[in-house]
Each structure stands twice: as C-alpha cells, then as structure tokens.
C-alpha cells in the first residue's frame, strides 16, 4: 500500500469527491452560499476561491492518496479566508491563528490513522512559514449536521488541541505552535545526545582496530609519533669506482 502526499491546487481538487468540490460551508457566508447554490456555481466558486488564496497566500491544504486512490484531505488558511465561520459561536478564531477548517478521510480507508497522518502534514507545513502562533478549529460535539463541515472535538483533543472558547455544541479549539515547537526542539536535543555519545564511541573502536596487524613499536605512517624516514646516503664515489 502506497501512501502520497500532495498541496492541494486546482488539479488535485479535481481527484476530490464531488460534495467535496461543491462545499462552500467555509469559503463563503451563507448569504453569498445560498445564492451560488442556486445559480449551481458551487464548483467554479469553489475553484476560483482557491485560485485566489493560493496566489495570496500559499498551499491551504493537502490531499493523501494511497495507490494513487484519494483517500481524505485536509484545509487550512487564515481566518479571513473563512468567512463562513462567523456563523458559528465561538467565533472570531484569534488573529495570530491559522484556521484549521476542515479535514476528511473517505469510506474505504477510515480506521488507519489516516487523520492523524493529515494532521502532521498541515503542522508541518505550517512550521516552514513561521508566521502563526497557533492553529485554532471550530469543533463539535456530538454528529454534525448533514451541511456542516465540522471536525469532532474528541478527535482535535487526540491530536494535540485544547479548549480554547468553551461551548456545549461548538467549541472553538486551539494547538499552540510553540508546544510544537519544543517537542520538535526536545526531540533534536535528545537526538543530538544519542549522537555524541555512540559517535566518540565508534571513533574508539575504529581507532584500536586501525592498530590491530601493525608489527609491535610501529605505528601509522604520518602521524604524531611515526619515524622519520631514514636518511639518504651522503653523496660521494660509488664503491669500486674510478
């Protein structure tokens, strides 16, 4: 079983599910949402929303393909870029935050620990720019509705969130970039030790095998205590010579 990531751009949407596609529940307020469905331009809205905040800000997602099969994505951008989030209490999310809109992981590969792989894929992403202090998600608790696009607050607290704005149905949930960061920086460290301490030890023992087969009171050629080399004969007649 092959697994592959990719940024979400306008060819990789196009691998997506249709309902995928069409939602607009946070790129667009419900107002402007309604009217689009009526006219059916979701996926041309959806498409042109994503054509402008890659030109603006960047990759806002990624997709996970196993066999080459789409098997869930994840989408994410600044606050700004949702404003379809103002319908939900807990909003405004914070503005030194990136919003974690939504993430899915389609029939047939649930079960994997596929949303957790979803997961590192955004945070890492997120620390190569270094502009946000956290990521913050709107969650739910209990089923969502059939037009929400909501991530489970359970699931946000398995993968590292807290409470941020509490609330009974909507939670507003928050991952400090900096507690990332400092698992990231102990786990360098504790590397870094490992390190240092296997590294002198295998430098020893290539040191006492480099000795071994030299004749006893010979040491390398070249080094600190090796003897010089013995010195040429003076110049002179050569022995039988005129």
């Given at each position: 079983?092959?697994?592959?990531?990719?940024?979400?751009?306008?060819?990789?949407?196009?691998?997506?599910?249709?309902?995928?596609?069409?939602?607009?529940?946070?790129?667009?307020?419900?107002v402007r949402r309604a009217q689009v469905?009526?006219?059916g331009a979701c996926v041309e809205e959806?498409?042109?929303?994503?054509?402008?905040?890659?030109?603006?800000?960047?990759?806002?997602?990624?997709?996970?393909?196993?066999?080459?099969?789409?098997?869930?994505?994840?989408?994410?951008?600044?606050?700004?870029?949702?404003?379809?989030?103002?319908?939900?209490p807990?909003?405004?999310?914070?503005?030194?935050?990136?919003?974690?809109?939504?993430?899915?992981?389609?029939?047939?590969?649930?079960?994997?620990?596929?949303?957790?792989?979803?997961?590192?894929?955004?945070?890492?992403?997120?620390?190569t720019r270094g502009d946000f202090r956290s990521v913050e998600a709107v969650g739910v608790h209990g089923r969502p509705a059939v037009d929400e696009c909501?991530?489970?607050?359970?699931?946000?607290?398995?993968?590292?969130?807290?409470?941020?704005?509490?609330?009974?149905?909507?939670?507003?949930?928050?991952?400090?970039m900096k507690s990332v960061l400092t698992w990231r920086e102990e786990m360098e460290t504790a590397l870094a030790r490992l390190l240092g301490v296997v590294r002198p030890r295998r430098a020893a023992a290539a040191q006492r095998l480099g000795r071994v087969g030299r004749p006893p009171g010979r040491r390398a050629s070249g080094g600190p205590f090796s003897r010089p080399p013995a010195s040429p004969p003076p110049a002179g007649p050569l022995p039988g010579g005129p």
């Open positions: 079983m092959a697994r592959r990531v990719a940024r979400l751009t306008l060819d990789t949407l196009a691998t997506l599910p249709y309902d995928v596609r069409r939602s607009l529940a946070w790129e667009l307020d419900p469905e009526r006219a959806k498409e042109a929303w994503l054509s402008r905040v890659l030109l603006e800000w960047g990759s806002c997602g990624r997709v996970l393909y196993v066999d080459e099969e789409p098997a869930g994505f994840v989408l994410y951008a600044p606050p700004a870029y949702f404003p379809g989030t103002a319908s939900y807990t909003a405004p999310l914070s503005e030194d935050a990136v919003q974690l809109a939504t993430a899915q992981v389609f029939d047939g590969h649930t079960g994997g620990g596929l949303g957790r792989v979803l997961m590192q894929e955004m945070v890492k992403d997120l620390l909501v991530l489970p607050a359970p699931f946000l607290q398995r993968v590292g969130f807290k409470t941020h704005r509490a609330h009974p149905r909507h939670p507003r949930m928050r991952l400090e």
